[in-house]
């Protein structure tokens, strides 16, 4: 079977860094995309890891390390408007994409 | 502007109706999809489509169907048989060669009771 196991919760005070960590277990697996969803909102896209390493865009980072089957989303300056629901989607050769049950960040200030 | 319309944003029905949600997407995109959110937690693949007349099953088909007569739209009919029916339902569109990055719209929340 296919699936994502991200962390449930994860506090951090504003202007801190914090990192949300995605394992997986996938089949014919291709990359790792993340995902922000505000609270009654649509999620919108961030990221996506295709290979090894990390890949930079502003105050987020992604990291993949396909031999662990493992991967993060850093996010820096953590600003109050940060606070959100983050999904990590695994991307197989089926040409589906799976959602891990989503890791809800606060941020405190 | 680009994007993906859905509607309405909020929908209630009386248990044992059908009910059709509508998605509409002006982004030239081949591929749809459906997904279901259920509080506190992720999405689940409902029906997906690549291509004009065709679609396939997700995870959680039952109880569910679409068509795809157009490219720009895929609606989502509930039906009876779906036994618990009332959640938030997102649309999304991609294109075929990047499945990964998905454009939602901003979602129908069903209630029936």
């Known amino acids: 079977g296919q699936s994502l196991e991200q962390p449930s919760e994860v506090t951090a005070v504003e202007g801190a860094i914090v990192q949300i960590n995605c394992t997986y277990q996938?089949?014919?697996?291709?990359?790792l995309s993340w995902y922000q969803q505000h609270d009654g909102g649509a999620p919108t896209f961030l990221s996506y890891n295709a290979l090894d390493g990390l890949e930079e865009t502003g105050r987020f980072s992604s990291f993949l390390s396909r031999s662990d089957s493992y991967g993060y989303l850093l996010l820096q300056e953590l600003q109050m408007k940060d606070s959100a629901s983050y999904f990590c989607a695994g991307y197989s050769s089926a040409s589906k994409i799976i959602f891990g049950s989503g890791t809800r960040l606060s941020i405190r200030p | 502007d680009g994007g993906i319309t859905q509607s309405p944003k909020y929908l209630f029905r009386k248990e044992g109706q059908n009910v059709t949600l509508s998605c509409e997407q002006n982004?030239?995109?081949?591929?749809m999809y459906w997904y279901r959110q259920d509080p506190g937690q992720g999405l689940r693949l409902i029906y997906y489509?690549?291509?004009?007349?065709?679609?396939q099953k997700g995870d959680i088909a039952e109880g569910y169907s679409v068509s795809r007569e157009k490219k720009e739209s895929f609606p989502l009919t509930v039906t009876s048989a779906q036994k618990n029916p009332t959640a938030f339902y997102l649309c999304?569109?991609?294109?075929?060669?990047?499945?990964?990055?998905?454009?939602f719209g901003p979602g129908t929340r069903l209630t029936v009771t």
């Open positions: 999304a569109s991609s294109t075929r060669d990047s499945t990964y990055e998905q454009y």
């Open positions: 489509s690549q291509i004009v007349n065709d679609f």
């Open positions: 996938t089949s014919g697996f291709y990359g």
């Open positions: 982004l030239n995109h081949d591929a």
